[in-house]
């Protein structure tokens, strides 16, 4: 696996943090079984969205149309 910085100048610090994260990542991906699903991705949860409350008609419901509260 190669990683490569596209942006930016890490410190040696970073760089580790990042890669540690990575490599976590990609254990956790090796230790599932053949055939088992991954785990799932929070953004692409529908229970997510379900569980937020919709923004009533008023003069500041603009201000939580994008924003979470």
Known sequence: MTIKVVRGNPTPEELAAA???VQARA???ASLPP???GPR???S???RIA???LPQPG???WTR???PS
Do not use: F
């Open 51 to 53: 569980t937020r409350r």
């Open 45 to 47: 949860d529908p229970a």
């Open 19 to 21: 890669l540690a994260v």
């Open 35 to 37: 055939g088992a699903p």
């Open 65 to 67: 149309t994008y924003w």
């Open 41 to 43: 991705d929070s953004w």
């Open 59 to 61: 003069p500041a419901t």
């Open 27 to 29: 254990a956790a991906a």
